[in-house]
């Protein structure tokens, strides 16, 4: 049972950045998963609906959480607040929050948030004048595949996705980008083909941080997850490798693991992860 006075989870994680010169460094981060009202988009593939609440946050439910999460959390530099949802929805996160949670933010050098580019284009000026540290605002992009985007029923095309990632970048706030590999009935090959033009359209717009997602049974996907690729390690590692020349010097990729492991991992490949692994792919662990 959710309770809108509390945070659905929180965790402490480490994960890496990119800084100036192009060396790696890993960064202490406290994630706030937030128990807010349910995202109004609803893509086919999103399973965070579970964790949110069918009404309105109410003002002031969300600072209270936040508070819960930082007085059991250990230190850290940054601090992610995810709200299963848009961080400028109103409906999830009370505008006249934006104060309080920006000062509960203030001993973080960078806060980072998610949200899609229909919501807020005023609230992002007014949420930033309340953050100390730089603002890092997360977009779901998932896929440059236009079918496949349409197919998500993301209500946003790559052209919504570029002006909103250029707006992000003229106001100074940072861009973090996650794609998904794989979908519904796509061979492998076309995943990894989709993903690679992914990433580098990422690129492209400026993204600080690219998150790959693969794609899991455990989503939503209108029940035809069964039709899913079945993504390896050995397949991620690839990615990775053959996307690392194109990424600017202070960016960052990422890849969330899940359950996948590297028991069946190639010599060479197991030779290529140990040699990327502490910068590049981790997982989160739970602290809850
Ligand atoms: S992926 Fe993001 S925009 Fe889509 S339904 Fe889930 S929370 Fe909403």
Redo the contacts with the bound molecule.
């Keep these: 049972m959710l309770d809108p006075q509390r945070p659905y989870a929180f965790l402490n994680e480490r994960e890496p950045t990119r800084v100036g010169c192009g060396n790696t460094e890993i960064v202490d981060v406290a994630t706030v998963f937030l128990t807010a009202s349910r995202?109004p988009?609803?893509?086919s593939m999103?399973d965070?609906?579970r964790n949110t609440l069918p009404q309105p946050s109410q003002p002031g439910s969300i600072p209270t959480q936040i508070r819960y999460a930082q007085q059991r959390l250990k230190p850290a530099s940054w601090i992610k607040l995810y709200n299963?949802?848009?961080f400028f929805d109103p409906s999830s996160i009370p505008p006249q929050d934006y104060a309080l949670i920006g000062q509960l933010c203030c001993g973080y050098d960078r806060v980072i948030i998610?949200n899609?580019p229909r919501f807020g284009s005023r609230r992002h000026d007014r949420f930033c004048q309340h953050v100390a540290g730089k603002l890092e605002v997360a977009v779901?992009l998932e896929t440059v595949q236009p079918r496949m985007l349409k197919r998500l029923g993301?209500q946003m095309s790559r052209d919504d996705f570029d002006r909103y990632a250029n707006s992000l970048i003229s106001a100074g706030i940072d861009l973090r980008v996650f794609l998904i590999v794989g979908a519904p009935r796509l061979s492998v090959k076309e995943s990894m083909r989709w993903a690679r033009l992914s990433i580098r359209h990422a690129i492209h717009a400026g993204a600080r941080h690219i998150s790959l997602i693969p794609a899991r049974v455990g989503h939503g996907w209108n029940g035809t997850a069964d039709s899913l690729p079945r993504v390896e390690l050995e397949h991620l590692v690839e990615l990775f490798v053959d996307s690392l020349d194109e990424m600017r010097r202070d960016a960052c990729l990422s890849v969330d693991l899940w359950d996948i492991t590297g028991d069946e991992l190639s010599e060479p490949r197991r030779h290529l992860l140990d040699r990327f692994e502490s910068a590049i792919l981790h997982q989160s662990t739970s602290l809850l």
Excluded: A, R, V
């Design positions: 995202c988009i609803g893509c999103c965070l609906h299963s949802g848009n998610e899609h779901g993301k």
